[in-house]
């Protein structure tokens, strides 16, 4: 089965940090490219990040500049974001997808609160 | 960037009636390779987002067919033939001819009147 499982997610303080991570399934990862999207509550749907299939080529939302960094492991199957400097306008459900966003994870919920 | 707008907001529908989304972009979606790289997604109450159609028309394996795509350029319609209960949730169209930023649409929620 194709699956994307994502982890990581937990209340934390401004300012804070915070490491994502989604572990693929099912198909063969390091032929695709991916991104991170996340949906505040009650809000739509907003892209925060892509990495390309080999990790070469990365991009970043501009509100997310310099403080998300996108990584992933093929040997393991395995796609990271780690959030840095975090405030209280990144909570979210942060979901992992393909490329295509034919394949989604079920989301991990982020919470920036002191 | 490519501003997205979806309207309406809200879409009441009587099951069985047809309805009809709208996705407009700022700039034409027509990518320098000639193809049009607007997708529209299905996000049920609690569950995550689900392609239901890709590059403007294309239906995903396992969409029922009264869903259709269409449009051209800056336009483009989400259309649900006869909607069923399963229908009811919020759609987004996206782009992904001209990025970064990929860029998605506000959202339509689709309920049953």
């Known amino acids: 089965e194709v699956q994307l499982v994502e982890s990581g997610g937990g209340l934390v303080q401004p300012g804070g940090s915070l490491r994502l991570s989604c572990a693929a399934s099912g198909f063969t990862f390091s032929d695709y490219s991916m991104n991170w999207v996340r949906q505040a509550p009650g809000k739509g749907l907003e892209w925060v990040s892509y990495i390309s299939s080999s990790g070469t080529t990365i991009y970043y939302a501009d509100s997310m500049k310099g403080r998300f960094t996108i990584s992933r492991d093929n040997a393991n199957n395995s796609l990271y974001l780690q959030m840095n400097s975090l405030r209280a306008e990144d909570t979210a459900v942060y979901y992992c997808?393909?490329?295509?966003?034919?394949?989604w994870g079920q989301g991990t919920m982020v919470t920036v609160s002191s | 960037d490519v501003v997205m707008t979806q309207s309406p907001l809200s879409l009441p529908v009587t099951l069985g009636q047809p309805a009809s989304i709208s996705c407009r972009s700022s700039?034409?979606?027509?990518?320098?390779?000639?193809?049009?790289?607007l997708n529209w997604f299905q996000q049920r109450p609690g569950q995550s987002p689900r392609r239901l159609i890709y590059k403007v028309s294309n239906r995903d394996s396992g969409v029922p067919d009264r869903f259709s795509g269409s449009g051209s350029g800056t336009d483009f319609t989400l259309k649900i033939s006869r909607v069923e209960a399963e229908d009811v949730g919020v759609y987004y169209c996206?782009?992904?001819?001209?990025?970064?930023?990929?860029?998605f649409g506000g959202g339509t929620k689709v309920e049953i009147k």
């Open positions: 996206m782009q992904g001819s001209h990025w970064p930023p990929l860029t």
């Open positions: 997808a393909s490329h295509a966003f034919d394949i």
């Open positions: 700039q034409s979606l027509v990518h320098s390779d000639g193809n049009t790289y």
